[in-house]
């Protein structure tokens, strides 16, 4: 999916348009956040939820796939949205109920997303390859022959009953030590707070670099040329398969320490890749500099993934873990909803991204000082 604004770019969409598609998909995904997040708080079946999530992605990919003008595109982006609403909170509490005492839930995390990182890489990959034989919509092929395996895999190996059990004895385990979970709702919300403002910035400069960045690189920067559309999704395949090297290093090498040094670390490293991507608009050959802006931007997604995944279950009472979950990839949705369409149209006007990774930059600065505030 991280191709799909250069096909529609290429498709003559302006980037106010794309931009909105991603809004879409933000708005559908926050509707379907709440629900799903609900749902396992009543201890519904996360592997149910995973496989309704499959069949709306499989719909959203058909769509897509045969889209060619706007609003085929937003109607295509709106189900992909609900669907990674669905997924996510139930993939994410899937993590920590199947961990053990050999295996803890922020290595599990880190696991997780490396597999995320590995997965994103693969399919990028391939997605380039596409661009070259001029077949740049084989992605949304893969991605149907992605959600059909997952299917058969939650069919076969994953029995709602044992999931029930499994929860039921998570429960038991983790209440005989934790009584923070007596807090009041108002009490443990507050304590998430700064956790979830610094998410909500995060996740939305991940959408950026997911959705923007690609524009960014195929319109030109203010000295710096346009790039052609294989040179562009060349450029996003390295920097996914940086993710998939860098993760589980760098989940490894923090595992001990505090959850505030790492969000400190994380908004840093954001900040000398924003910088990076700043300057490279100033540069005829300002894409060497994007080279050089994926090594810290990686880390700090690198550190922020897992990190706060594995926070936001230790920081919220058990029995409203679901809802926490829903919380914490509302901010996904909330971000990509309102973000991509503002730096949409910061790009058509003034031409350039150099005014978003500017903002973005400052706001890195403003964060850091409060990341002091997770405990």
């Known amino acids: 999916m991280y191709l799909s604004p250069i096909i529609f770019n290429t498709l003559g969409f302006t980037a106010g348009q794309i931009g909105s598609g991603i809004t879409t998909a933000a708005f559908a995904g926050i509707t379907t956040r709440l629900g799903t997040g609900y749902l396992l708080d009543k201890k519904f079946s996360y592997a149910k939820a995973i496989k309704a999530a499959c069949l709306v992605a499989i719909l ?47 290595e ?45 895999i939650l069919i076969k190996k994953l029995e709602s009953q044992n999931e ?14 934790k009584s923070k979970d007596k807090i009041s709702n108002k009490k443990w919300l507050n304590r ?55 993760q589980w290093p760098v989940g490894y090498i923090l595992r001990d320490k505090t959850i505030s040094y790492k969000f400190r670390t994380c908004l840093i490293s954001l900040l000398i890749g924003s910088i990076f991507l700043l300057l490279s608009n100033l540069l005829l050959h300002g894409y060497l500099l994007i080279l050089i802006a994926f090594i810290p931007l990686t880390i700090s997604i690198c550190i922020f993934l897992p990190s706060a995944s594995d926070a936001i279950i230790k920081f919220s009472p058990i029995k409203y873990h679901g809802s926490a979950i829903a919380l914490y990839s509302q901010c996904f949705g909330i971000s990509s909803l309102i973000v991509p369409w503002i730096a949409g149209k910061l790009i058509d006007n003034y031409g350039t991204a150099f005014q978003l990774w500017l903002i973005i930059s400052l706001i890195c600065m403003v964060l850091v000082p409060i990341s002091k505030n997770i405990k």
Not at 116 to 133: P, Q, R
């Open 164 to 177: 029930y059990n499994q929860f039921e004895v998570k429960d038991d385990l983790q209440a005989k030590h």
């Open 60 to 106: 959203s990919d058909f769509i897509l796939f045969h889209s060619h003008n706007y609003i085929a595109f937003l109607c295509g982006q709106f189900f992909l949205g609900a669907a990674a609403g669905i997924y996510w909170p139930s993939a994410e509490l899937g993590v920590p109920l199947n961990c053990n005492n050999d295996v803890k839930s922020n």
């Open 192 to 246: 998430l707070f700064p956790l979830l403002l610094i998410t909500l910035f995060v996740t939305g400069v991940m959408s950026l670099l997911q959705s923007i960045l690609p524009l960014d690189l195929a319109n030109g920067g203010i000295i710096r040329p346009p790039l052609t559309e294989k040179r562009v999704a060349t450029l996003v395949t390295i920097k996914l398969i940086l993710i998939a090297i860098f």
């Open 108 to 152: 599990g995390y880190s696991l997780a997303r490396s597999a995320d990182a590995i997965g994103a890489t693969i399919g990028v990959f391939l997605g380039t390859l596409g661009t070259y034989f001029e077949l740049p919509r084989m992605i949304y092929l893969i991605d149907i022959a992605c959600m059909l395996y997952i299917f058969k």
